[in-house]
């Protein structure tokens, strides 16, 4: 399975990138607003008035703007960001592997930060960093599962497809059965239920802090690939094809693995592992706007922006107080979605 073909109709691409802009903008909004608490729009609108201005808060309102701005706006926002980053990955990985079944995850990267995850909060590991334990152990773990996948896949002849999804996915159930066991040594159940919250997604930890960071990787990753998008095309159709346009398939593929590994690293050293966003977006973005990168790179951001702001203000409400995990929702969400594309627009899996 290789590069996607466009559908025969597609939608024009600058009032579409407009409307899911605004789509975004309003998403964000809800995701601020809507909340167990009950706080009312009125006030919700106030507060952010307030934070973006440096407007004053009466001291009887002090923790509904906490709420507000240090709870809820670095939560959506990070969503966003999160699903524009998963989104964006999956276009690079579908054309770098040529597989259409392909995720972010597929690299085994995530899988190596959740053996960093899983050893701060099962054991303890790095406590001496604080609050950049978590994020700073996956992504030191998902940086060393990359220069593990690249070592064990790379042959003299370069960096092949088929020989990237089969090492990424064996080192992804060696990653697993690692995380497994260290749950099962922990001792205290309160931390292993964190480490399977974490494994299955989670935006609860976001704040000021992280946000910045994933927020900057994703922006230079997508930048790459955007500066990338037509040897992306060339990438995509066969590397004999991208000899013939001089697009230097090895040397392209090595770039390309590596910034898709950063930046899932830092996507999800922050969020936890939250599937499908990279494997359904990108066939949904290719449905509208056919198969060429920059135009699908355009607007896939966009749509994974919108989808997570949306999921994690499902897990947070569909069973308040109880937060489900967000990787739970998306899966819930995801799987039907993707059979119904998959039986009324069967090429976009590549069949017929």
């Known amino acids: 399975m290789t590069a996607l073909p466009a559908p ?27 909340g167990s608490s009950g706080l009312g729009w009125g006030r919700v609108l106030r507060y952010l008035h307030a934070g973006l201005t440096g407007g004053e808060i ?81 992504f030191a773990s998902a940086l060393a599962a990359m220069v593990l996948v690249y070592a064990v896949a790379r042959t003299p002849q370069g960096l092949s497809p088929l020989r990237l999804v089969l090492t990424g996915t064996a080192l992804s159930y060696g990653f697993s059965a690692v995380t497994t066991l260290m749950i099962f040594s922990a001792d205290r159940g309160d931390a292993a239920r964190s480490a399977m919250m974490w494994l299955l997604g989670s935006l609860g930890g976001a704040n000021w802090r992280s946000l910045p960071l994933a927020a900057g990787a994703v922006l230079a990753g997508l ?20 000899i013939a346009l001089g697009a230097g398939p090895d040397r392209l593929r090595r770039r390309l693995f590596l910034v898709t590994a950063l930046v899932t ?43 997570l702001v949306w999921v994690d203000i499902v897990s947070r409400l569909l ?33 017929a």
């Open 223 to 242: 930048g790459f690939l955007l500066f990338s998008a037509r040897s992306l095309n060339a990438l995509a159709m066969g590397d004999e094809t991208a």
């Open 58 to 138: 009466r001291a009887d309102e002090v923790s509904a703007y906490t709420i507000v701005w240090e709870l809820r706006l670095p939560r959506a926002l990070l969503a966003a960001v999160v699903g524009a980053g998963l989104a964006a990955v999956g276009v690079a990985v579908q054309a770098l592997v040529r597989n259409a079944l392909a995720d972010p995850f597929t690299l085994g990267v995530s899988g190596g930060a959740a053996v960093g995850a899983s050893a701060v909060l099962l054991f303890g590991v790095l406590g001496s960093l604080g609050l950049w334990a978590l994020s700073g152990a996956a």
């Open 8 to 34: 025969a109709r597609r939608l024009p691409l600058t009032p579409l990138v407009v409307a899911l802009a605004a789509a975004l903008l309003g998403s964000l909004l809800c995701g601020v607003g809507l």
């Open 319 to 351: 069973l308040a107080p109880v937060e489900l995990p967000v990787g739970v929702v998306t899966a819930v969400l995801g799987v039907p979605c993707f059979v119904v594309l998959l039986r009324r627009r069967g090429h976009v899996l590549g069949g």
């Open 265 to 307: 690293g830092a996507v999800v050293a922050v969020s936890g592992a939250i599937g499908f966003v990279g494997l359904m977006i990108p066939h949904l973005a290719r449905m509208l706007v056919g198969a060429e990168h920059r135009r699908v790179l355009a607007v896939a951001p966009l749509l994974g922006a919108v989808l």
